[in-house]
């Protein structure tokens, strides 16, 4: 059982939770992921690291409700417990002194690539951040992202805030300035990424991406999460979740996650009218 110690709700439907979980902080590093399971019955939900505090004991995450377990994971409170909780799990983030590095990050993917950023940052590479969302509603821990970024770029789908367009649009920018960029790292939804890797592929930048595939142990005993990359087959769980995003099978990766679709979404409007609302609302992973 882990108590939740602090909860924030960052943007709508993405909540922060501050967990007491001391072993976990202490042993953490960038790019590793958590797997919390809310009740005896619940699904196990993997999420990566947001951030830890190891002096106070506190692991940070942060999670978008879009589907059954994340919802009602977004119901507890502050005070309550979280029934099961293992990790770190996960292969941590290469972090080297590479030169100049772009970090990406799409929506939710903003919280786990801020772990991956400061921990370059302290490398001594240059940091340039381009962080991306569907409008400024959506904005969230830019602070953060500035705080451990040489230049941050904060980009919306629609314009209300920042730069109008698509990180992808802002990181052509960044490529054409004629800086040399040695590195790029995105997190994100993973046509993002996938758009991203196709992009940086051009300009011949290393290009590491974090994938989110279905998981089920966590282990690498399931199979559940396996991933083309260069034409094997890899465990996300085991051998990633960051992989060479130039030899990654996106198109392969984001049919698996549409396999479950139908189900989820009625798992979703189970939940919902269990909790007394008769609205309907598509579901996704988590």
């Not at 943007?11 to 042993?27: G, R, S, W, Y």
């Not at 059954?68 to 002194?97: A, F, H, V």
Request: hydrophobic letters at 40%; charged letters at 25%; a negative charge.
């Amino acid at each position: 059982m882990v108590k939740i110690l602090k909860k924030q709700v960052l943007a709508p439907q993405i909540k922060m939770f501050e967990l007491d979980a001391p072993e976990i902080a202490q042993k953490a590093q960038p790019g590793q992921f958590v797997v919390v399971r809310v009740n005896e019955e619940g699904e196990r939900i993997p999420l990566t690291v947001a951030d830890t505090r190891p002096e106070e004991g506190v692991l940070v995450i942060v999670f978008q409700e879009v589907g059954k377990s994340t919802m009602l994971l977004g119901t507890l409170e502050e005070g309550e417990m979280i029934m099961d909780l293992i990790g770190p799990l996960g292969k941590p983030s290469e972090i080297e002194r590479f030169g100049t590095v772009v970090c990406v990050a799409g929506g939710v993917g903003t919280p786990e690539i801020f772990p991956v950023a400061r921990a370059l940052k302290q490398a001594g590479n240059k940091v340039i951040s381009i962080i991306g969302f569907r409008n400024r509603e959506l904005v969230l821990m830019e602070e953060k992202m500035r705080a451990v970024s040489d230049e941050l770029i904060v980009a919306t789908d629609d314009g209300s805030y920042g730069v109008k367009g698509f990180v992808t649009d802002v990181l052509r920018q960044v490529l054409n300035r004629g800086e040399k960029v040695d590195r790029c790292f995105a997190v994100g939804p993973v046509i993002m990424m996938k758009m991203v890797s196709l992009l940086t592929k051009e300009y011949g930048v290393p290009t590491v991406v974090s994938l989110n595939p279905i998981m089920l142990d966590a282990t690498g005993m399931c199979g559940v999460c396996r991933v083309e990359v260069d034409g094997e087959t890899k465990f996300a769980c085991v051998d990633g979740p960051e992989f060479d995003g130039h030899k990654v099978n996106f198109d392969q990766l984001m049919a698996r996650l549409r396999t479950y679709v139908n189900e989820e979404k009625q798992a979703v409007e189970l939940f919902l009218k269990s909790r007394g609302c008769g609205c309907e609302k598509g579901g996704a992973r988590g």
